[in-house]
């Protein structure tokens, strides 16, 4: 299997600095903004959105934390998830609520964390931030900001690799050994 | 192996790697690895906080049925399970065996395939005789759960006696674990002491020679494992204990002779703030329920600051939506 390394450690900082500022500029400022990181990788990438936002806005926006696994579409399929711990800084209600995942593929892992949001509460709305779409959906759902976009072909994998998680930053495609995400169920 | 390579993935299901084949039943805790103890009491944390929502439910189990099976009356336990299967949104279904043709002499076997055809996906069972849930599991293709059988095994509880130990404690490793009572019938004490021997707690059993498993020690002690004795001196036994388990003790165990009398028991065995004091200032009190109390345990200890018996209780909820959640997932619909 060879990987190909798409975006390196530079590209992916000045991907996530211009969606920061495209997430306070869609929003009009920072005003009941809350980030939902979807564990694991899409915490440490709220937590850099969040970093950024700081830095030129001056204003700390909370970041939560969100396991989606009891909210699959896919427990009678096989696949087996460890439950980690949620964890939402604060109440939903009434604000607007920007997810964050690195990868989006399917949108089953967005339909189900926005099932999950919805059981905390009434957020005012619901965002999403994403490192990559790499295409492929199979429910009418979208980013509204991308880090970048990247069409692959379903025996493709997209690999994304954090420094806080795997020691490095780079997102990788691997040719060759895709999943068929529909008959397998509960992709991204 | 996919198992290995999908721990790095990010863009695909962060699939946990389970040793061997994935668990379809969960029948005792002497077969379970410390690793796959570990998960559990990590999917348990993950549990409790679904319980500390203000709306305790989540849609996991949805379309799943579950039927608990109780030959035995219990309170916490079967109220526990249908609890943690509830708030996961599964069917439960409660059968107790006075309602069940059990009393036309339906067998154990007929009836557990007579839920299976029905399209049942895990049974709870609990049952007077020792292998009963393993015959269930041999004969039927639904999910077992054992939830006591006889004397030999009764491992949710001992996953939250586990899980209670570790929320206070932080970990297991080293903590010197005290259970005090009729051990050698005991299925808690059972799968206690397995859960307990492989996180590296270190054990002693205590109780009237009558009441304790006289070869346990040397067994143990004969694959190497030194950190399990027996002791008749409940004084003795508690010097530095972290942990006091107190067991309850059946009137039966009177009635057979094995004891001179309930009085006595107290006397000489009974778990109490003035024993207490012999143990670690900061040892805690637990107990797998119902209590006796003035008999196996005091009042005062049964409800006081020490106690843990509470905090099993909820833990009970949030250790079995795990399980359940173990059995269910990596289940073909049935």
Same mark, same amino acid.
């Given at each position: 299997?060879?990987?190909?390394?798409?975006?390196?450690?530079?590209?992916?900082?000045?991907?996530?600095?211009?969606?920061?500022?495209?997430?306070?500029?869609?929003?009009?400022?920072?005003?009941?903004?809350?980030?939902?990181?979807?564990?694991?990788?899409?915490?440490?990438?709220?937590?850099?959105? !969040?970093?950024?936002?700081?830095?030129?806005?001056?204003?700390?926006?909370?970041?939560?934390?969100?396991?989606?696994?009891?909210?699959?579409?896919?427990?009678?399929?096989?696949?087996?998830?460890?439950?980690? +711990?949620?964890?939402?800084?604060?109440?939903?209600?009434?604000?607007?609520?920007?997810?964050?995942?690195?990868?989006?593929?399917?949108?089953?892992?967005?339909?189900?964390?926005?099932? $999950?949001?919805?059981?905390?509460?009434?957020?005012?709305?619901?965002?999403?931030?994403?490192?990559?779409?790499?295409?492929?959906?199979?429910?009418?759902?979208?980013?509204?900001?991308?880090? +970048?976009?990247?069409?692959?072909?379903?025996?493709?994998?997209?690999?994304?690799?954090?420094?806080?998680?795997?020691?490095?930053?780079?997102?990788?495609?691997?040719?060759?050994?895709?999943? =068929?995400?529909? &008959?397998?169920?509960?992709?991204? | 192996?996919?198992?290995?390579?999908?721990?790095?993935?990010?863009?695909?299901?962060?699939?946990?790697?389970?040793?061997?084949?994935?668990?379809?039943?969960?029948?005792?805790?002497?077969?379970?690895?410390?690793?796959?103890?570990?998960? *559990?009491?990590?999917?348990?944390?993950?549990?409790?906080?679904?319980?500390?929502?203000?709306? &305790?439910?989540?849609?996991?189990?949805?379309?799943?049925?579950?039927?608990?099976?109780?030959?035995?009356?219990?309170?916490?336990?079967?109220?526990?399970?249908?609890?943690?299967?509830?708030?996961?949104?599964?069917? *439960?279904?409660?059968?107790?065996?006075?309602?069940?043709?059990?009393?036309?002499?339906?067998?154990?076997?007929?009836?557990?395939?007579?839920? =299976?055809?029905?399209?049942?996906?895990?049974?709870?069972?609990?049952?007077?005789?020792?292998?009963?849930?393993?015959?269930?599991?041999?004969?039927?293709?639904?999910?077992?759960?054992?939830?006591?059988?006889?004397?030999?095994?009764?491992?949710? =509880?001992?996953?939250?006696?586990?899980?209670?130990?570790?929320?206070?404690?932080?970990?297991?490793?080293?903590?010197?674990?005290?259970?005090?009572?009729?051990?050698?019938?005991?299925?808690?004490? &059972?799968?206690?002491?397995?859960?307990?021997?492989?996180?590296?707690?270190?054990?002693?059993?205590?109780?009237?020679?009558?009441?304790?498993?006289?070869?346990?020690? !040397?067994?143990?002690?004969?694959?190497?494992?030194?950190?399990?004795?027996?002791?008749?001196?409940?004084?003795?036994?508690?010097?530095?204990?972290?942990? *006091?388990?107190?067991?309850?003790?059946?009137?039966?165990?009177?009635?057979?002779?094995?004891?001179?009398? =309930?009085?006595?028991?107290?006397?000489?065995?009974?778990?109490?703030?003035?024993?207490?004091?012999?143990?670690?200032?900061?040892?805690?009190?637990?107990?797998?329920?119902?209590?006796?109390?003035?008999?196996?345990?005091?009042?005062?200890? $049964?409800?006081?600051?020490?106690?843990?018996?509470?905090?099993?209780?909820?833990?009970?909820?949030?250790?079995?939506?795990?399980?359940?959640?173990?059995?269910?997932?990596?289940?073909?619909?049935?």
């Amino acid at each position: 299997m060879e990987e190909k390394i798409i975006m390196g450690a530079e590209d992916m900082r000045r991907a996530l600095v211009r969606v920061a500022h495209e997430v306070v500029e869609r929003n009009r400022g920072v005003e009941d903004l809350l980030f939902v990181g979807i564990l694991t990788r899409g915490v440490p990438i709220a937590q850099r959105l !969040a970093g950024h936002i700081e830095r030129f806005e001056g204003v700390q926006v909370p970041i939560g934390s969100l396991d989606i696994s009891l909210y699959r579409d896919d427990l009678s399929h096989g696949a087996r998830h460890l439950v980690r +711990k949620t964890d939402l800084p604060a109440d939903v209600v009434g604000k607007r609520v920007v997810l964050v995942d690195d990868v989006l593929f399917t949108g089953r892992s967005i339909r189900a964390a926005m099932d $999950a949001v919805m059981d905390f509460g009434r957020p005012q709305s619901v965002q999403l931030a994403v490192l990559v779409d790499r295409g492929h959906r199979e429910l009418p759902i979208r980013a509204d900001y991308v880090g +970048k976009n990247v069409p692959t072909a379903l025996n493709e994998e997209i690999l994304v690799r954090l420094a806080e998680v795997d020691g490095r930053d780079q997102v990788v495609i691997i040719e060759g050994e895709g999943r =068929q995400p529909s &008959r397998r169920g509960g992709e991204r | 192996m996919k198992a290995t390579r999908t721990a790095e993935r990010s863009a695909t299901l962060e699939t946990l790697p389970v040793q061997g084949s994935r668990r379809r039943h969960i029948l005792d805790l002497e077969d379970f690895n410390p690793k796959e103890i570990e998960d *559990v009491l990590e999917m348990a944390d993950g549990m409790s906080e679904v319980l500390r929502r203000e709306i &305790r439910k989540v849609p996991t189990l949805r379309g799943k049925s579950i039927v608990t099976l109780f030959y035995e009356p219990s309170t916490r336990t079967r109220a526990s399970f249908e609890q943690a299967g509830k708030i996961m949104s599964a069917d *439960v279904i409660n059968l107790a065996a006075s309602d069940s043709s059990a009393g036309k002499g339906e067998s154990l076997v007929d009836t557990a395939r007579t839920l =299976q055809a029905m399209g049942v996906d895990i049974i709870v069972i609990r049952h007077p005789m020792s292998g009963a849930p393993h015959l269930v599991a041999r004969h039927t293709d639904v999910g077992v759960i054992n939830a006591g059988d006889g004397s030999h095994a009764h491992p949710s =509880q001992a996953l939250l006696d586990i899980y209670t130990i570790r929320q206070r404690f932080g970990h297991l490793d080293g903590l010197k674990v005290v259970m005090v009572g009729d051990i050698l019938h005991s299925r808690v004490a &059972r799968s206690d002491i397995w859960g307990l021997r492989k996180l590296g707690a270190r054990l002693v059993l205590c109780g009237p020679p009558t009441l304790l498993p006289a070869d346990a020690q !040397a067994a143990f002690e004969a694959v190497g494992d030194d950190a399990l004795s027996l002791e008749t001196d409940l004084d003795q036994a508690l010097r530095g204990a972290d942990v *006091v388990m107190a067991l309850r003790l059946q009137k039966e165990r009177q009635e057979a002779g094995l004891l001179p009398s =309930q009085r006595e028991y107290v006397r000489y065995y009974q778990v109490n703030e003035e024993r207490m004091t012999l143990a670690k200032e900061t040892a805690l009190v637990m107990h797998p329920g119902p209590m006796n109390e003035g008999v196996e345990i005091s009042h005062g200890l $049964a409800h006081g600051a020490r106690s843990l018996v509470e905090a099993q209780v909820s833990n009970g909820v949030a250790v079995r939506m795990a399980l359940l959640y173990m059995l269910a997932s990596g289940r073909e619909s049935a």
